[in-house]
């Protein structure tokens, strides 16, 4: 059962996915599959109305990660052992939001076209990119916690027992 804040979070992170996408299959239906390259349009702009969401997004995502990073050392928590796990979590979600960022770098470079500036082709560096992020989110969000690794040394060690 969701209550509380978290149902206003999911009401948030899903209302403003499904506004950008009915805006963009509203102005831009008979535009949309035009691109054999990706499901949008053949025009740039209909293009930009998919990236300026997620570079805000990201942009805003790095910038109160990097808040966090700063706060990190002067937190009210008192107990060095979840300071530690937030510190390691904290570590890797920068690397996760990094990560995500260069990738939609890659992702417009592939698919946005300008007649002035002849660009190499960014289409398999992108694919890669995008089809291992979520092997990437689980090394640094998954290994890298302090939390996780010690829960997997301890089923280890009870296998080992057995």
Not at 71 to 90: A, G
Not at 123 to 146: A, E, H, I, R
Request: charged residues 15%; positive net charge; contains cysteine.
């Amino acid at each position: 059962m969701i209550g509380g804040r978290a149902c206003v979070y999911l009401l948030i992170v899903w209302g403003i996915n499904f506004i950008i996408l009915g805006y963009n299959i509203l102005r831009y239906l008979k535009e949309m599959g035009t691109d054999p390259q990706c499901l949008l349009g053949w025009e740039n702009i209909v293009k930009w109305h998919l990236f300026i969401p997620i570079f805000c997004s990201t942009g805003v995502s790095l910038l109160l990660i990097l808040i966090v990073m700063c706060n990190i050392n002067y937190t009210l928590l008192r107990r060095s052992s979840m300071v530690k796990e937030l510190t390691s979590t904290t570590y890797g979600l920068l690397m996760v939001i990094v990560l995500f960022c260069g990738t939609w770098i890659t992702g417009s470079l592939a698919f946005i076209r300008s007649k002035e500036i002849d660009l190499p082709d960014f289409q398999p560096l992108f694919q890669v990119l995008n089809s291992w992020s979520g092997v990437t989110t689980f090394m640094f969000l998954g290994l890298c916690s302090s939390r996780y690794r010690s829960v997997i040394q301890e089923s280890v060690k009870e296998r080992k027992m057995e």
